[in-house]
């Protein structure tokens, strides 16, 4: 029988077209590799002087960008390794919204250390336990690096303090007006209960053309289309919302009419014209000047419209006609609505941004806030907009946990210095492991120091001395180098970003280290069809 023909050992249990890798050569060193190879993709791209990367991917679209989570998500990485590294930013993005680039240089580089103690003989189970031990002590010590709080989340001015970091990571020399923009629209959407702050509150509208100083904020919503009848703006308006067309329905069933003289040709749509004259009227009746719906506006609605002076906005998005409902305050409805379902708009009215028309809606005490950002070319505009939505993560992150911690590698080089002090009391093989962790985390300062342009060597031997010195702030100066006061300079990391970072990071790195045996069954699916779009040959 065929099944006693098999091959020996494992590969005689899988079907045929399966592969089995094992041992540390094989298998853990294998993967470790990959993930490396991922880290050093993204390394370039950490800090201020980071490197962009242009990806295309596989419907044809072009990102040039220097966010993590958009390359690790537009690079498709196979690797079942290398994507428990990806998890960990994908996890570390959702939590957080910003921290994922260390993610990834980490966890290359804790790979990089367990790869030299398994090569020195250590076995990977010791490498486990030393990393976890480290991890728990570097949690604590990390309690103990607090360089500010934000007392006040209503303060522009502590908000902007907040976010510069993080925007000027992604866009240096825009963190300026970026972040006070940011700030504002933040300030304007705080709740009363700042813990409940929702990120899609503050929105961003993209206008191709200007600068960037020409960037403002609304408060309220601006929308990418024009009115759709002749009034152009209403000031202090009540509003109606409705979800669907404003049309007359049809009958289910197609019938024949037969007009036998120009008196029943004239009278045949008079019917539908004095439903749908009711229509508008009762709507104007209730004191409503402004509608919006979500479908189609028939030609008629529209001329009856126009007639009592109503302004009318077409939506064709559920979600945004979502936002606007939320923004004004308005009750969806199908017929005339009441009072109480009328929203209430201070103003609302069509400009033109660079040929581009805008409907601006502004309204009183808003629920959401509009960033309208403006530049030269479509990528520029992408790439401030992810420095936005990072900038707005931050603000959230601030509201559940209100400390920060200095940056420029001040606070991994202070974590690093305190882990070796550490490392050198822990008996048995986990203090190697220990001390490879701290030695891991200078990693942060290195790609800084390089990426800007400086001698790592001399920047990580200059913050070690001031570190020891007891100047816990002293971090990388990327303009002038080697060494500055990161606090002082106002760069400022927020801590429960770096704490997030630090556990999903040790997380895929334990997991990747757990791994002895790699088994990958033959792939589903029959053979591919035939090249250049041609049909197959059978």
């Known amino acids: 029988m065929a099944m006693f023909n098999q091959q020996a050992g494992l590969q005689g249990l899988l079907k045929d077209g399966g592969k089995h890798f094992s041992g540390v050569d094989e298998a853990l060193l294998k993967n470790i590799e990959a993930c490396k190879n991922l880290a050093q993709i993204t390394k370039s791209s950490l800090g201020p002087y980071g490197m962009n990367k242009l990806i295309v991917n596989h419907l044809g679209r072009h990102f040039v960008t220097s966010d993590t989570n958009t390359i690790v998500t537009e690079l498709e990485v196979m690797h079942p390794a290398a994507k428990l590294i990806v998890m960990a930013a994908k996890s570390q993005d959702q939590e957080s919204g910003d921290g994922t680039n260390l993610c990834v240089s980490f966890g290359g580089e804790l790979l990089l250390r367990a790869e030299e103690l398994l090569k020195e003989g250590i076995h990977a189970n010791d490498v486990y336990k030393g990393y976890e031990l ?142 749908m004259e009711e229509m508008i009227r009762s709507i104007k009746e209730v004191g409503v000047d402004v509608v919006i719906a979500g479908g189609t506006i028939s030609d008629m609605a529209l001329h009856f419209l126009n007639k009592y002076k109503i302004f009318a906005l077409k939506i064709n998005s559920k979600f945004e006609l979502r936002r606007v409902c939320r923004t004004v305050g ?151 180098g080697p060494v500055c006061n990161a606090v002082e300079k106002g760069i400022l990391d927020h801590m429960e970003t770096k704490r997030w970072a630090m556990r999903f990071t040790l997380d895929a790195v334990l997991t990747v280290l757990k791994v002895d045996q790699i088994i990958m069954a033959k792939q589903a699916g029959g053979p591919k069809g035939g090249g250049d779009g041609q049909r197959d040959d059978d």
């Open 330 to 480: 308005a009750t969806v409805r199908s017929g005339p609505p009441l009072p109480e379902e009328c929203g209430y708009v201070e103003s609302i009215k069509v400009e033109e941004m660079s040929s581009e028309p805008f409907t601006i809606i502004k309204t009183r005490d808003s629920k959401i806030a509009t960033v309208v950002l403006r530049s030269a070319s479509p990528n520029v505009l992408d790439e401030l907009e992810r420095a936005v939505d990072n900038a707005v993560n931050v603000v959230r992150c601030t509201t559940r946990d209100p400390r920060f911690v200095a940056g420029a590698g001040a606070t991994e080089i202070e974590l690093a210095h305190q882990l070796q002090q550490f490392g050198a009391t822990v008996p048995g093989l986990d203090q190697y492991a220990v001390l490879k962790f701290a030695e891991a985390l200078e990693v942060v300062p290195r790609i800084l120091a390089e990426n800007a342009g400086h001698s790592h060597v001399d920047a990580i031997t200059a913050l070690y001395a001031a570190h020891q010195k007891g100047e816990r702030f002293a971090g990388i100066d990327v303009d002038a």
């Open 134 to 275: 480290a991890r728990d002590k570097a949690m604590e010590f990390l309690n103990d690096q607090v360089a500010w709080s934000v007392d006040d989340l209503k303060s522009a001015e502590q908000l902007t303090k907040c976010v510069k970091t993080a925007i000027s990571s992604k866009q240096l020399g825009c963190e300026g007006p970026l972040a006070k923009l940011v700030a504002e629209a933040c300030v304007q959407v705080m709740p009363p209960t700042p813990s409940r702050f929702d990120t899609d509150n503050v929105r961003v509208t993209k206008v191709q053309g200007g600068n960037l100083n020409s960037s403002f904020v609304v408060e309220g919503m601006a929308i990418a289309r024009r009115a759709s009848g002749v009034e152009q703006f209403k000031e202090k308006a009540k509003v109606a919302i409705y979800a669907e067309a404003l049309e007359l329905g049809s009958t289910e069933t197609k019938g024949t009419v037969l007009l036998e003289s120009a008196e029943q040709l004239m009278n045949f749509t008079k019917g539908e014209e004095q439903k």
